[in-house]
């Protein structure tokens, strides 16, 4: 199936396709984007809606008027889904569920939609094995129902006890042209009431002026408790979470309260924080006068040993000369020294007086 040929279609035929729930996503894609589809005949098939995709688009989808299921596995859980989107439709007007194996329960589900539903006209629940509780479920919503005109019920389980509750309300049903119980288990009489209560003038008078039957009376009773308990149920569904929400409010103040407590300590540790910084500005602000301190007094160092390279290079060579002139001395001496005859004892002993008395050195010379 394409999509980009479908959503073109007025009236889109798949009968007997073999299709499934996963085959019919398309078609529920094209509920949700065409504004042109009117019929769509899907016959024939395996589908049972047992997911809420294909029914959420019907439920939105504003063109659709005829609506063919017959002979699909739609059962009670595709009934509810189906009933559901169809208490939310306004355009839809056939419904065909022939041999959906919906029964009872599922007649229940789109009997209670059919209370508020005002476009369905012709709703076909042929073979669908809905006996006498599923006919008095109908009977009870043809009571407020104000659109539909044709209900077929044939082959199916319904008896003289449902059949009878379904002519009952007739008389207060001044819409309803047609009700079929063919291939039921209903008696001629019965089915004669049915068709005198159709032809009855008395159907287009009010309501207010027709006193209802006891037992219609007693399940509008029974309907409006059940509605009554479901509104309780709701209430206490809604107190009880509201009294979880509260309980979680609470923990909110408390986890609030416990934040803003953190945040207070937060605040503490960020002006000690602030504190530390301004410490260690100051410190660093003293490092760098510091820092620089040392690299002025590393420039006058630099400066002095400049001032002071020229008179060492100058002091170097002085020593180097004076070096060089005591080496030249030394060898001299040595020079002198060997050439020198060796004095005499006694000349030694000599010189030794005299320098004792201080004149040695003239002696020596």
């Known amino acids: 199936m394409d999509f980009d040929s479908l959503v073109k279609e007025t009236k889109i035929t798949l009968a007997c396709k073999d299709l499934k729930d996963d085959d019919i996503e398309v078609l529920a894609e094209?509920?949700?984007?065409?504004?042109?589809?009117?019929?769509?005949?899907?016959?024939?098939n395996q589908i049972t809606l047992s997911d809420d995709v294909f029914t959420n688009a019907l439920a939105t989808n504003e063109s659709l008027k005829i609506l063919n299921l017959y002979n699909n596995k739609i059962g009670v859980e595709?009934?509810?889904?189906?009933?559901?989107?169809?208490?939310?439709?306004?355009?839809?007007?056939?419904?065909?569920?022939?041999?959906?194996e919906i029964g009872d329960d599922g007649v229940k589900y789109l009997a209670e939609t059919l209370k508020s539903n005002s476009s369905l006209e012709v709703l076909i629940l042929r073979g669908n094995n809905i006996g006498d509780d599923g006919a008095a479920s109908l009977a009870t919503s043809l009571l407020f129902n104000t659109s539909i005109r044709v209900i077929l019920l044939?082959?199916?389980?319904?008896?003289?006890?449902?059949?009878?509750?379904?002519?009952?309300?007739?008389?207060?049903?001044?819409?309803?042209?047609?009700?079929?119980?063919?291939?039921?288990?209903?008696?001629?009489?019965?089915?004669l009431k049915i068709r005198n209560a159709l032809g009855k003038p008395s159907r287009k008078k009010s309501k207010k002026e027709q006193a209802l039957p006891r037992w219609l009376f007693e399940n509008m009773l029974a309907y409006k408790d059940e509605k009554l308990t479901e509104k309780d149920a709701a209430i206490k569904?809604?107190?009880?979470?509201?009294?979880?929400?509260?309980?979680?409010?609470?923990?909110?103040?408390?986890?609030i309260a416990l934040l803003r407590q953190l945040e207070d300590e937060i605040i503490l540790l960020d002006q000690k924080i602030l504190k530390r910084d301004d410490a260690i500005a100051t410190m660093m602000k003293e490092m760098a006068n510091k820092d620089e301190k040392i690299a002025s007094m590393a420039t006058e160092i630099s400066?002095?040993?400049?001032?002071?390279?020229k008179p060492l290079e100058l002091l170097s060579?002085?020593?180097?000369?004076?070096?060089?002139?005591?080496?030249?001395?030394?060898?001299?001496?040595?020079?002198?020294?060997?050439?020198?005859?060796?004095?005499?004892?006694?000349y030694r002993c000599l010189r030794l007086v005299l320098i004792g008395l201080g004149i040695g050195i003239a002696c020596d010379k």
Do not use: F, H
């Not at 949700?32 to 024939?44: A, F, G, P, R």
């Not at 400066?303 to 390279?309: A, D, V």
């Open 78 to 100: 595709g009934a509810k889904r189906l009933a559901n989107a169809i208490a939310n439709n306004k355009t839809l007007e056939q419904l065909n569920l022939e041999g959906a």
């Open 30 to 44: 094209v509920l949700e984007k065409s504004t042109i589809v009117t019929e769509m005949d899907l016959m024939l």
């Open 303 to 309: 400066s002095l040993k400049s001032s002071l390279q």
């Open 237 to 255: 569904t809604l107190q009880d979470e509201n009294s979880t929400l509260e309980a979680k409010i609470d923990c909110k103040d408390q986890e």
């Open 317 to 346: 060579e002085l020593l180097n000369r004076k070096d060089e002139e005591i080496s030249s001395l030394k060898a001299k001496n040595k020079s002198i020294a060997k050439n020198t005859p060796k004095r005499s004892e006694s």
């Open 154 to 191: 044939g082959q199916n389980r319904i008896s003289d006890a449902g059949a009878d509750k379904l002519a009952e309300v007739i008389e207060y049903n001044s819409v309803l042209d047609q009700i079929m119980l063919d291939s039921n288990n209903v008696s001629n009489i019965l089915d």
